[in-house]
RNA sequence: GCCCGCCUGGCGGAACGGUAGACGCAGCGGACUUAAAAUUCGCGGCCAAUGGCGUGGGGGUUCGAGUCCCCCGGCGGGCACCA
């Protein structure tokens, strides 16, 4: 299926799906990231970057397949093999656009704090990928000069351990690494063993440390007569510092795993506090803490954080380095050898190099008739697309067959919302009516991703003139997602929940087959494993309140939700008995011009405290997003009606208590169950002019919030003994009066000593004893 | 390997450092019914039960810990080309 048809073919089965929910959305904004009026605007706000220098061309290592001749994503290489052709993968070097996200290092850093509507776990997550680190950048002077280079430059956050250095290690990406292998057969096989083994930094730092000793000697800046071996190690990253460490096994685990591997020694220089220098020794574990040096000439007796400072003095004062600030975080690849993107917007003449787009010429638009029997890049073998003439000299040139990663379309988009059909990127007056988002909702697994590109882009648009706010999402949540069990036929093909029956006793079998089926994981609702319900089939049965009160009361919305049909059975009964309750008042004739009775009875007035504490709790949960705890506040409002119903008919204002409660579980019940909200109030206030979801939300009244009595749990010595009956507020002495009074405290108090009486008002009371 | 989370009855979960298990699901028992369904009422942490033990395991802080701190275990998210 051509990608386009199988794109808006979902788009439209999606967009119906969330009409049917009854989602309040508001559709005149929709608009399609692989439609040219959106994509074609991101090609305009790509040559704004690019003239402001946030964008540039420069070589990156990619997956390749030699066989499929493809680039592969980390996810498609599979224990070091092409997923489809089986063939060892290679990293290859490739000229690729990069958005420059670190100019924006700092900023990104230091906003986080006052991002005080996020998960605190997100902005951790951020503050550790960005990764700033105070350390030093030093040149280690070959004792052979290679190819013309003469030093190693090494970036270190421990300067202060350099006399403990035994090693020097660089990545096999390294230039140096690269010289070494132009000469030694040997040096060539391990670097080219490195090349298999692919970009992804998980099974770069998961794999077994190899390293490859080159020959070559370096000089310690600090001994002149001492030189140490210069390795090639597989562990070493080419994107962090410098490209190239030098190992101080003593206080690094890694290098001390490599040291112990090929034999390097491992000299202690930071004595733990109340160790001997004398005795002191690193076994399988390096000390990484506090301590003061030793073995290191004019850093001894110096605490680390002091000798890190001494150390960069002397680097400096001796002109091979200087203390620098670090960060972990790397510029963004956007360029992908793929055809379902938004093409990236250049031209490539001989002459002229890389040429932008003529702005009267965008969008450039994606050819529909490309053809995918051969492999690679269907725009790279396209006959006719690429092939155009240099906006600049005219000369035969070709456009970027590169298109952008899809993580560039939702970098922008909610900006987009704000004025989604206008001529330009953004319209700036909509923007600064709209943005920021208030509350952006997605799940953990964009934590750091697209959110941090989604930071970045929108300081970019900013310092290109398109908004004036810097962070795009005032609050976020981030939800979980909806799971269920997966089922597996003898066959060993999975089965569709529709398709299987739970019989009484418990098995589970096949509905068309009989046959017994195996029960899988509860895992995230994917097509491979078949374990998907179909909303439609849903709706159809239960209406679409059901679905959505249940994904809402079963678990709290930032864990993964379990969808069960006993749990929708569940929902759907109590949709019906509250659809009851409004139905057994619909024919009572009465109406909110009903005149408030002068006093209850005491059963009405229960009802009343449930109701109004219901108001309140439910209003709180919403609040906090604590849906599920709303939900249950809400299910107990249901009961105390129940409970209303069975008082002998009669009491004293109920019939009006009664209509309250029922009114008020409408309108609090009508952000998760609108329809039901809708129905319930046509039958309460028949021919009323206004809708629930057009009303103000309910207030409670607040002398129906405090208790008539409170139970206040009295403890001995921390353990619950007994609980007393107070009102509330009551004083202290009373509380503590009574509380030594209960009978059972007072047999365990009897002959003993209280040593200390704590009292938490209106909650417990705490005796402390001696003897 | 590194970073970040999570762990409470049969299950989902509730609980400003203050009576652990609200509320629901499943289960069991009763009512209603010729019967079933539906509805409705009630009962459920464990144990050698006037007491003791219980929030993954072990320690600590506190009058008091599910909640705070340290260590360990298990599970999950991310690791830059899945998006």
């Not at 089986?86 to 906003?111: C, H, M």
């Not at 001492?226 to 690094?252: K, R």
């Not at 031209?347 to 190099?353: L, M, P």
Request: charged letters at 25%; glycine letters at 8%.
């Amino acid at each position: 299926v051509h990608p386009a048809a199988w794109t808006w073919e979902n788009i439209a089965a999606m967009r119906a799906e969330l009409q049917r929910m009854g989602l309040s959305l508001d559709w005149s904004r929709e608009f399609a990231t692989c439609d040219p009026a959106y994509y074609g605007q991101q090609q305009k706000l790509f040559l704004d970057l690019l003239r402001a220098g946030l964008a540039e061309r420069r070589d990156a290592w990619v997956n390749w397949d030699p066989v499929d001749g493809t680039v592969l994503a980390n996810e498609q290489v599979i224990d070091g093999r092409g997923w489809r052709s089986g063939a060892p993968v290679e990293k290859k070097r490739l000229s690729q656009w990069f958005l420059k996200i670190t100019n924006y290092a700092p900023d990104l850093l230091a906003a986080l704090d006052r991002l005080d509507r996020w998960p605190e776990r997100v902005r951790v997550m951020q503050e550790k990928w960005i990764g700033r680190s105070e350390g030093a950048r030093l040149g280690f002077a070959l004792d052979t000069p290679t190819d013309g280079i003469g030093r190693v430059e090494v970036y270190t956050t421990r300067p202060d351990t350099l006399f403990g250095m035994s090693f020097l290690a660089m990545a096999p990406e390294h230039p140096l690494a690269a010289s070494v292998a132009a000469r030694d057969p040997a040096a060539a096989a391990f670097v080219a063993e490195c090349r298999s083994m692919g970009t992804s930094e998980a099974v770069i730092e998961a794999a077994e440390k190899k390293g490859f000793d080159t020959g070559l000697r370096v000089r310690h800046p600090f001994l002149a007569d001492v030189s140490y071996p210069v390795w090639i190690a597989n562990f070493v990253l080419m994107e962090y510092g410098t490209g190239a460490i030098f190992g101080c096994p003593a206080h690094d685990q890694r290098d001390l795993e490599f040291a112990r591997k090929y034999g390097l020694s491992v000299v202690p220089v930071v004595l733990p506090p109340g160790e001997d220098a004398a005795a002191f020794a690193v076994g399988d574990e390096a000390y990484v803490g506090p301590g003061t040096i030793i073995n290191s000439g004019f850093l001894d007796r110096l605490d680390v954080d002091a000798a890190k400072r001494a150390a960069i003095d002397a680097l400096a004062r001796q002109g091979v380095g200087a203390g620098v600030t670090n960060w972990r975080l790397r510029d963004w690849g956007v360029s992908r050898q793929r055809y379902w993107g938004c093409p990236i917007p250049v031209i490539h003449c001989a002459a002229c190099g890389v040429v932008p787009v003529p702005d009267e010429q965008l969008p450039v638009v994606l050819p529909d008739d490309v053809t995918f029997d051969r492999p690679g890049n269907p725009l790279d073998h396209h006959p006719s697309w690429k092939h155009v003439r240099c906006p600049r000299c005219d000369r035969a040139a070709t456009r970027e067959t590169d298109t952008f990663d899809t993580f560039v379309d939702s970098s922008w988009y909610f900006a987009r919302f704000c004025s989604p059909h206008a001529a330009e990127p953004v319209a700036r007056a909509a923007a600064r009516h709209w943005m920021a988002v208030d509350q952006y909702i997605g799940g953990i697994e964009h934590a750091i991703l697209h959110l941090l590109y989604a930071r970045f882009f929108t300081r970019a648009l900013r310092d290109t003139g398109h908004l004036d706010v810097t962070e795009p999402f005032a609050g976020l949540f981030t939800q979980g997602m909806v799971t269920h069990e997966s089922y597996r036929g003898a066959d060993g093909q999975w089965r569709y929940p529709a398709e299987v029956e739970r019989r009484a006793d418990g098995s589970v079998v096949d509905r068309a087959t009989g046959e017994a089926v195996s029960v899988g994981r509860v895992e995230k609702m994917s097509k491979s494993r078949r374990n998907t319900v179909d909303p439609d089939a849903i709706i159809a049965r239960y209406g679409a309140d059901t679905p959505r009160w249940f994904i809402l009361s079963d678990n709290p919305p930032e864990r993964d939700m379990e969808w069960t049909e006993a749990g929708a059975a569940g929902a759907f009964r109590f949709v019906q008995r509250v659809y009851r309750l409004a139905e057994a008042l619909a024919g009572d004739g009465r109406d909110d011009a009903d005149i408030m009775p002068a006093s209850f009875s005491p059963a009405a007035r229960t009802l009343r405290r449930a109701t109004h504490r219901a108001i309140a709790a439910v209003t709180e949960a919403l609040e906090e997003f604590a849906f599920n705890v709303a939900v249950a506040r809400l299910y107990e409002l249901a009961n105390a009606v129940a409970d209303a119903e069975r008082e002998p008919a009669g009491g004293e204002g109920m019939a009006w208590a009664r209509r309250e409660a029922v009114d008020g579980l409408a309108r609090l019940v009508s952000p998760m169950m609108p329809h039901l909200a809708e129905e319930m109030h046509a039958r309460l206030h028949p021919g009323a002019a206004l809708l629930v979801a057009e009303l103000p939300w309910p207030e409670a009244e607040p002398s129906l919030l405090a208790a008539e009595a409170v139970t206040v749990a009295v403890q001995v010595m921390g353990k619950l003994r007994g609980t007393i009956e107070m009102p509330p507020d009551a004083p202290a002495a009373m509380v503590l009066a009574a509380a030594e009074a209960e009978p059972h405290v007072a047999g365990l108090l009897q002959g003993k000593r209280i040593v200390k009486r704590i009292h938490v008002p209106n909650r417990i009371v705490n005796f402390v004893v001696a003897g």
